[in-house]
Every structure is written in structure tokens, then in C-alpha cells.
């Protein structure tokens, strides 16, 4: 993992993210993983809540990840310095007189919410706000299922496709896109109200109303709500940000019927052959990350992702590629917190 440097999390600074499903961490062990270029271990405390720090002891800078956990704690492998989920040093071998105050890791703040591990994007103990938890998730008698996966492609790009549909019936004509294009002609029609947590978008084909809707949560998550008789029935899908051309894809299902997990892998099935419909095409992007709006050619359907690239250019990129903050109360303005 690499050592945190000055500019951290760069591009995708001060945001609430999804990094991990619930059941990835486990009680007695550490998870490693890299976000936005920053290595962090996460671990559950005594009382099993989730916790993350930098990957990088204080101490001679080995990976704790590579440690243990001892009583919701983090040991270091090298010298088994301990450390709580707020990053305090609680035990120093051999050191008995050791000021332990000045001794702590990094800790960025950690939340656990609809079966999915959050995490701030900036060290500390608390975050702006809450993380922008999708209602279906937390609905009571709603079965969640998940799975993580990872595309060689900026998280951008993969986030944009997420928001895309246009691409539907192309990509996904033997899925989700079937029977959408009724004839050359048809056109398509996104109406996208602004939200909060980001924007709610439905289309209209030729007039009619189309099947679902699809949710932008910013900064990087995408809902699409699909029509199922009334029942409740929820994708989420988290494009987090590892490297320049490296993205872990969060797939996460939520059900009100058929909740038993002997059938979760229908649904974990489902979720990766859509995926992997998009999945050659976006890595096949040049270039790797979404330029600005100018730099291709759009037309009025790219509604909902030019929204998008719109605030991350106003919002999240690094200080040198930012454009002109957006207007107050613009569609595309919103709370960048992800607050609900």
C-alpha cells in the first residue's frame, strides 16, 4: 500500500464513499484496501463496529494490515504496537513509560449502513455529515446481497456508464436493455429532478413512460430502482476509486421477496453478467478519466452524465483541472456531503 502523501485522497477528497460490503469485514481480522491512492486497514472494534486507518504504522511505517487484531485492537506485525479505531496507541511492548498520546496512527471516520462499510474521505474522527444511505437498503424486510469486483478503468468512467442510459439496449439488449428500441427513430426523453443526495432521473420513450428509474447518490454510487409488481427491488452499484485505472465495483442487490440466501446467487449472478456487459466497453475509454464536458461530443440525452461531470470538474478534481464552481441552486449543485 503506498505511503499517504500531502495531497490525500486527491480527486476525490471530503466525500462519504461505500468502500466494502459488511460481510468482507470480519471480527477477527484486518481488511486491506486502497482508496483513491490511499492505503487504509479497516477492522472492527470490541464492539464490532468498523473502523479505518491509514495503512502505515507511526512508528516504522510497515502496513498494520499485515498485523492482527487483538481485543478491538490493531496490532502491528514488526513490533506489536496496538492501536484503537480512533488511531490512539493503547500498548507499546517494552515501552512501559511510553507517552502514548503522542504515538497514534491516522484514523478517517467509518460508518456501517445497509450492509455496506462507508468511509470519509479525510483523516479525522468525524466526517461532514452522514453518508446518503439509499432507503431500500435500510427498509425493514429487505434481503441485501452483494459482491465486489474490480474493472481497469478510472472510477469516473465507470460512473458515468452507471448513469448512462442511452447505453441500455446496446450494451444490455439481452438483459436490462431488452426490447427498449422499438424502432430507429424512437426518441428518448430523461427527466431528472435534483435531490439532495444527488438526482433521481426517469425517461420517456417516444412519449411513454419508461420501465424504473436511476438514482445518481453522489458522489459515486448509482440506484436503479426496477419495476418487480409492487415489491421492493434495488441495485446499487459503488464505483470506488483505487488508482488511476482501477476501480472496485460494489454490486449490491436489496429484495423484499424470495429473502432466503440459498437464492442470493441468482442475484449475485444477475448483477455480474450486467456488469460485465459494460465492463469491456468502459475499460476500452480513452482518456482514462472523464475530460471536460467540451473535450467530447454530446447531445440531450447525456443529460444526467454531463450533470455529473459537471460537478466533478467543480467539486472533486485536483485544484489544478477545476472548473468555475457551479451556480447555487444550478440542477446540478447539490450537498456535496451526500447528506439525505
Known sequence: MPIPSPALFEGFARVWTPVALSRQLRATAPLALELAGVGLVLFRDAAGAPRALFDRCPHRGVALSLGKVHEGCIQCPF?????????????????????????????????????????????????????????????????????????????????????????????????????????????????????????????????????????????????????FGGRTMAMMVACVPIGPRRTRMLLLTGRDFLRARAVDWVFRAMNRRIAGEDRAVVESSDPPQIPLAAEERSVRTDALTLMFRKRFYAELAPPDQRSLPLAEGSPEQGDRTGRP
Open 79 to 227: 513490533h506489536g504496537w496496538r492501536f484503537d479505531g480512533a488511531g490512539q496507541a493503547t500498548h507499546v511492548p517494552w515501552n512501559p513509560d511510553a507517552k502514548l498520546a503522542q504515538l497514534s496512527a491516522t484514523a478517517v471516520p467509518t460508518r456501517e449502513r445497509g450492509g455496506l462499510i462507508w468511509v470519509y474521505t479525510a483523516p479525522g474522527r468525524d466526517g461532514e455529515g452522514e453518508p446518503a444511505v439509499p432507503e431500500e437498503l435500510l427498509r425493514p424486510g429487505v434481503h441485501l446481497c452483494g459482491e465486489a469486483i474490480e474493472w481497469k478503468c478510472h472510477w469516473t468512467r465507470a460512473m458515468e456508464n452507471m448513469l448512462d442510459w442511452p447505453h441500455l439496449p446496446f450494451v444490455h439488449a439481452g438483459t436490462i436493455g431488452r426490447g427498449m428500441l422499438r424502432r430507429p427513430d424512437s426518441r428518448m426523453d430523461i427527466d431528472i429532478e435534483p435531490r439532495p443526495w444527488g438526482a433521481h432521473s426517469t425517461i420517456r420513450i417516444d412519449g411513454e413512460p419508461g420501465q424504473g428509474a436511476l438514482d445518481l447518490r453522489w458522489p459515486n454510487a448509482m440506484v436503479l430502482h426496477a419495476p
